[in-house]
Nanobody, 128 residues
Framework: QVQLVEAGGGSVQPGGSLRLSCAAS????????TAWFRQAPGKEREVVAG???????????KYADSVKGRFTISQDKAKNTLYLEMNSLKPEDTAMYYC??????????????????WGQGTPVTVSS
C-alpha cells in the first residue's frame, strides 16, 4: 500500500520560510515523477513544483511561475522523501499543500491527471 505523508506546514509571516517533506512508503520515488500541488480556499488545485529524477542521468524540474526563484523541490533517495523548500513566502502562498506521485516510471508533464498517489495535505498560512 502506497502512503505519502506530508509534514512541515504551519504559519509564518510574509518573507519567512518553511520546508515541507513528504515521506513515501510502499513506493520508490526515484525514476518517477513526483510533485507538490496546492489548493487555496475557493480555488482549483495547481501544481507548484515537480521533479523527475533519473538515476545516473540527472533530473528535470518544473516550477509554477509564481514560485520560481523562491521554492526548490528536491528528493532524498536514501530517505525516499520529497521536499519543498519555500522561501520569501507571500500571503498568496497560503494554501493546503499536497505531495503527489506518479505510479508509472517515465516522462511526465506534471499535470494533475498524471498522478496516482496523493498525501493528506499540510496547511501553509502566510500572514502578518
Amino acid at each position: 500500500q502506497v502512503q505519502l505523508v506530508e509534514a512541515g506546514g504551519g504559519s509564518v509571516q510574509p518573507g519567512g520560510s518553511l520546508r515541507l517533506s513528504c515521506a513515501a512508503s510502499g513506493y520508490i520515488i526515484s525514476n518517477r515523477c513526483t510533485a507538490w500541488f496546492r489548493q487555496a480556499p475557493g480555488k482549483e488545485r495547481e501544481v507548484v513544483a515537480g521533479v523527475y529524477l533519473i538515476d545516473q542521468v540527472g533530473s528535470r524540474t518544473k516550477y509554477a511561475d509564481s514560485v520560481k526563484g523562491r521554492f526548490t523541490i528536491s528528493q532524498d533517495k536514501a530517505k525516499n522523501t520529497l521536499y519543498l523548500e519555500m522561501n520569501s513566502l507571500k500571503p498568496e502562498d497560503t494554501a493546503m499543500y499536497y505531495c503527489a506521485a506518479r505510479k508509472f516510471a517515465g516522462y511526465c508533464v506534471f499535470v494533475e491527471s498524471e498522478f496516482n498517489y496523493w498525501g493528506q495535505g499540510t496547511p501553509v498560512t502566510v500572514s502578518s
